[in-house]
């Protein structure tokens, strides 16, 4: 499987509950900070929810 470098470019202010527990899913919650996850269907469907607030890359 691929890592993926994962960034959140904005803010989780005035989104939902939902979106905000994925980001803390992730180990995200501050804009600028990056993980590295192991690419797997269900990191899909986190990514696929909180699209619009990260930027994805192949580490």
């Not at 989104?15 to 690419?39: C, F, I, M, W, Y």
Request: glycine share 8%; no cysteine.
């Amino acid at each position: 499987m691929a890592k993926l470098s994962i960034t959140q470019i904005r803010s989780d202010i005035n989104t939902n509950p939902s979106q905000r527990g994925t980001l803390a899913a992730l180990g995200l919650g501050k804009r600028g900070r990056t993980v590295e996850r192991e690419d797997s269907p269900q990191l899909q469907g986190q990514l696929k929810v909180v699209s619009h607030l990260v930027e994805v890359e192949e580490a």
